[in-house]
């Protein structure tokens, strides 16, 4: 049986004299695969960078089912947020270095087999399209070894055919035992997910 691991009870959030949520409740399940849909600019980064511990609520608790998830957990966006001027490889494995963590190059190597994007290990990344370059953070993401993943509309910039390849390969992550958390605009991804949850005006609730 899959436990609670992040408890949202009671949140209000505010920018200014803008409410974005208030009396906000629901959890999230160890496994989940949780995808938020609303219209634009109505709260869904929001409520993303609060459950990341990125924000904090002007009310209300946020709390993990223990302290060390909040450095188990990556990042997916929208526009890759990848360094130009260098490889595939180096982009991956800068996280690391930062962290003077070490990681066996076979198996960086053996992730991009995974996502057929072999033949971009030594390639500039400015060279590579849309969809090779969010499958390269996709990697980058999952070197860190995570227990959650938060997705900021991870297809946004992606043709059809590479928004059904991202989308199938966080799928099969979360098979694997990593909750996914994401945020669309897309309601024709919902299908890819266990639970919907819909921003609507200062509510979020979970779709039946």
């Known amino acids: ?85 260098f490889t595939s490889y180096e982009n991956v494995i800068l996280p690391l270095e930062y962290a003077k963590d070490i990681t066996d190059k076979s198996s960086v190597i053996d992730l991009f087999k995974r996502f057929d994007i072999e033949d971009t290990i030594d390639k500039n990344v400015k060279k590579l399209s849309g969809g090779e370059k969010q499958r390269v953070s996709l990697i980058r993401a999952l070197l860190r070894k995570p227990k959650i993943i938060f997705c900021d509309e991870p297809t946004g ?23 996914i958390i994401m945020v669309t605009h897309n309601e024709n991804l919902i299908a890819y997910a266990n639970r919907v949850l819909i921003i609507d005006g200062f509510n979020i609730y979970e779709k039946i």
């Open 157 to 179: 910039s992606l043709d059809k055919i590479n928004e059904q390849i991202v989308m199938k390969h966080l799928a099969e992550i979360n098979k694997e035992g990593i909750t």
């Open 1 to 85: 049986m899959s436990s609670n691991i992040i408890n949202i009870n009671n949140v209000k959030k505010s920018f200014g004299d803008k409410v974005i949520f208030e009396n906000v409740s629901f959890v999230i399940n160890e496994g989940d695969f949780i995808i938020f849909v609303g219209k634009s600019g109505g709260g869904k980064t929001t409520i993303l960078n609060l459950l990341a511990k990125i924000d904090v609520p002007d009310s209300g608790d946020i709390s993990y089912l223990n302290d060390s998830l909040k450095e188990r957990t990556s990042f997916i966006f929208q526009n890759f947020y990848l360094v130009d001027y």
